[in-house]
């Protein structure tokens, strides 16, 4: 399908057209034009990165700037999906004569990428780093060449050794079509894949390449001003940000960093006897800057600076730390601070120490004499320290690297941050902990209560940065807590031509009994039962897949309880099976992948789950995998957190936001990511059920996606478990029934209905009589930015 955009020609590898599809491209062509930004939220399951991706190469294509896409994901099946999108959409624009020179790549860790016969057969990606470090390593190749016993990484070899003028041949390669090329030339895909990023028109590849400072300093640092910056999936974009940021300091790191510095001692002390005009060389180097240090740092690649390069590069490296012996005598003293201090001590009496940066230095200095300054460079020391001892396996310096980046992240950040030590036990409300936990184990947290530290520098850095998901409303607080002013916020409708979700608020039970979730009430008999209840209801009705969401894994794990106690899940086993997500994510796998086959073979199970966990996040439950879904209560988070808290107050007085209004909008952002895993495209169809009182409040509901919200009627509002039931049986009735009516025109659009609603320039009378056509609650004119004009290819 050919159509154009206000002007733009477009090539869209479908034969029709959704509505909404339309709507998102005129937004995002009005955002590359204003080079701005924006926040889009598009309803699951209706093209949304196809739809992006036919835009954005049509811009690049059609435009001599050539603006390079970043396309970022959260997990490499996304990044797998996106990639086949990609390849889908050049093959379609090749058959139809645009032989363009275009490459797509997309990049993942060392773990998916590495062919090499020994490393990649080892599971952990911290063993395959290691690995590949002893093989690709700098002093390594330099040894292997006066010994020849010294193992090197052939593939790795054979990419330093080919000419670099030489070119991939043009196209996307997903993450298999790279290893097979790479395999065929002996390259390795890793490197060859950072090779090709300043080359590549579209670059798909993970948030953290762009967000985490400690990655993206040495995987994104040479992207241009221009490039067109996509976070999909971005419904927490801002729990990412302030991640990227924290780090925790426990006494076990404390004791391992301890050891690490006097191996580090004593391995200085025996380079000092065999090679010290090396050790003098790095010394000379500090002396520079660390500008200079930038080349070997990349070709290292050992350890990153958790801060942003700019910030410190420039500078010299203080006196006090510049001679390895003295950097040592450093670190020792500062952990020896760490284990020694107020923090500690405090903890043996249950209390909560929680302060800012400035009063942390403050007091450091006061005990130690530490200045801020050298506390700054404490990473990028280590790094240079590391590399120049020739260490390649890492795993007993992580904690000492931990360590090295707190007092980097401490020292550089004062605004926005916290650094606190909380003693994580029952005695303290940890809410996690085992509950036979006795003995404090003190923690240092530094945690970033501000997203704008880390996104801030994309936002400046980039001309046009799209944030989409098909779960981002409420959206109002997103400009305050991601600091950016978009061009275009829009939230989109889905377009049916016969209604196939249903969303069903419930809040009471057969016995009229209100339901909630919280704190108050959640453990009552009564609600428990009724919870029971309205699961049994449900699992008689439902064919094929249920999934059900609680608002903890505390909660989950209490009411899967009571519910044994009580006999309903015996009952529930004669109709379908129970499968129960858990933290460990390799037990999360099993119980899926039964979970899927229990639906398969039309057994039917049960999925307990959690929101904010795995399931809720990445898995898709489409078609028979999911026909409902249940959420049991609001997913608030556990407001008696010490960081939530924290960052509470830091929203309160630096943007103005509530603490209800923030956690209100966290919370149904999370339920609407968990209802929404119920239909993943217009062919799909299931239930939204969601059993809580406080659903049925105008000032909750209102902040669920405009899509949900279209599908949410007055009668099912307020509804007990036999309303809700006797609704759905209704409603699954209906869809058990063949289509009847033709989708052209209402949910489908061709050539000749878009002709119809937007006549191209040369067809239409006048700017002035042109008639206004309306798509997801947009108004555009013929004059526009809605001009589309369109013609099959």
Same mark, same amino acid.
């Given at each position: 399908m050919k159509f154009e955009v206000d002007g733009l020609p477009v090539l869209f590898p479908y034969e029709y057209i959704y509505p909404e599809q339309y709507a998102y491209m005129l937004d995002i062509k009005r955002t590359l034009d204003a080079q701005g930004h924006c926040l889009l939220e598009m309803p699951s399951g209706t093209g949304k990165t196809i739809s992006l991706?036919?835009?954005?190469?049509?811009y690049q294509q059609h435009y001599p700037e050539k603006r390079k896409l970043i396309y970022c994901s959260r997990t490499v099946p996304e990044i797998e999906k996106a990639l086949a999108e990609l390849q889908r959409l050049m093959a379609y624009r090749a058959s139809h004569g645009r032989n363009e020179a275009f490459l797509g790549v997309g990049l993942t860790s060392r773990r998916n990428l590495c062919i090499h016969p020994r490393v990649s057969?080892?599971?952990? &990606?911290?063993?395959?780093?290691?690995?590949?470090?002893?093989?690709t390593s700098p002093w390594v190749r330099e040894a292997a060449k006066s010994d020849p016993e010294i193992e090197l990484c052939e593939f790795y070899e054979t990419l330093e050794g080919a000419d670099m003028s030489a070119t991939v041949p043009s196209g996307v390669y997903t993450i298999e079509d790279l290893k097979e090329y790479s395999q065929s030339k002996k390259y390795c895909p890793y490197f060859l894949a950072r090779r090709l990023l300043p080359f590549a028109n579209v670059i798909i590849y993970s948030y953290h390449y762009l967000l985490d400072p400690k990655v993206a300093d040495l995987v994104s640092r040479e992207l241009s001003k221009d490039c067109i910056v996509v976070f999909d999936e971005a419904h927490n974009i801002d729990n990412v940000c302030t991640e990227s940021l924290s780090i925790d300091i426990s006494r076990p790191i404390l004791e391992a960093s301890a050891r690490s510095v006097a191996d580090l001692s004593q391995r200085i002390d025996r380079m000092k006897v065999s090679n010290a005009e090396k050790l003098q060389s790095e010394y000379s180097m500090l002396l520079e800057g660390l500008r200079n240090t930038q080349e070997a740092r990349e070709a290292g690649e050992i350890m990153s600076n958790p801060i942003l390069p700019g910030d410190i590069l420039s500078e010299a490296v203080p006196g006090n730390i510049r001679r390895a012996e003295h950097f040592v005598a450093f670190l020792r003293r500062f952990i020896e601070y760490l284990k020694a201090s107020r923090h500690m001590t405090r903890m043996r009496v249950m209390h909560v120490v929680a302060e800012s940066p400035t009063s942390f230095l403050q007091h450091i200095k006061e005990i130690t004499y530490i200045d801020r300054k050298p506390l700054r460079f404490c990473a990028e020391r280590l790094a240079s320290l590391i590399r120049t001892l020739e260490i390649n396996d890492l795993a007993d310096f992580r904690s000492l690297q931990k360590v090295a980046s707190f007092a980097t992240l401490v020292a550089t950040y004062q605004k &926005?941050?916290?650094?606190?030590?909380?003693c994580i036990c029952v005695a303290s409300a940890g809410?996690?902990?085992?509950?036979?936990d006795t003995i404090p184990n003190p923690v240092l947290h530094f945690t970033c209560l501000d997203a704008t530290l880390a996104i801030k520098p994309v936002f400046e850095r980039f001309s046009s940065v799209i944030i989409t998901s098909g779960t981002l409303s409420p959206m109002e607080l997103y400009p305050s807590l991601l600091g950016f002013e978009p061009t275009v916020t829009e939230s989109y409708q889905m377009t049916l031509t016969r209604t196939c979700f249903l969303p069903l608020i419930v809040t009471r039970g057969s016995d009229q009994v209100t339901v909630s979730s919280k704190f108050e009430v959640r453990n009552d008999p009564a609600v428990v039962r009724n919870y029971g209840n309205i699961l049994l209801e449900f699992a008689k009705i439902t064919p094929d897949g249920l999934v059900c969401f609680f608002p903890s894994y505390l909660y989950m794990e209490s009411i899967v309880s009571a519910w044994n106690d009580m006999g309903m899940l015996n009952e529930l086993l004669k109709y379908k099976l129970i499968f129960i997500e858990t933290p460990d994510a390799t037990e999360t796998s099993i119980a899926l992948e039964n979970y899927r086959q229990a639906c398969d073979n039309g057994r039917g199970a049960v999925l307990l789950s959690v929101a904010r966990g795995k399931v809720s996040e990445g898995v898709d439950f489409d078609h028979h995998f999911g026909r409902?879904?249940?959420?049991? &209560?609001?997913?608030?988070q556990y407001t008696e957190s010490r960081i939530l808290k924290a960052r509470l107050e830091y929203l309160r007085d630096n943007n103005r936001i509530r603490e209800n209004d923030f956690l209100t909008f966290d919370a149904m952002r999370h339920g609407a990511q968990c209802v929404g895993r119920v239909l993943r495209g217009k062919t799909d169809y299931g239930l939204m059920v969601f059993a809580d009182k406080r659903f049925a409040r105008v000032d909750k509901r209102t902040k669920l996606p405009k899509w949900i919200l279209s599908g949410i009627t007055e009668a099912g509002i307020n509804l007990s478990t036999d309303m809700a039931v006797s609704m759905a049986k209704k409603f699954l009735r209906t869809m058990a029934q063949p289509l009847e009516g033709n989708q052209l025109g209402v949910s489908l659009w061709d050539a000749a209905e878009v002709r119809r609603r937007y006549p191209p320039k040369d067809e239409s009378a006048s700017a002035a009589d042109a008639p206004i056509a309306r798509v997801s609650g947009h108004s555009h004119y013929s004059n526009g930015?809605?001009?589309v004009a369109m013609d099959t290819s």
């Open positions: 991706l036919s835009l954005i190469v049509a057969k080892e599971k952990r &990606g911290s063993l395959t780093d290691a690995q590949c470090r002893n093989l &926005g941050t916290i650094s606190h030590c909380a809410p996690f902990e085992n509950d036979l409902a879904v249940i959420l049991f &209560g609001i997913p608030y930015h809605a001009l």
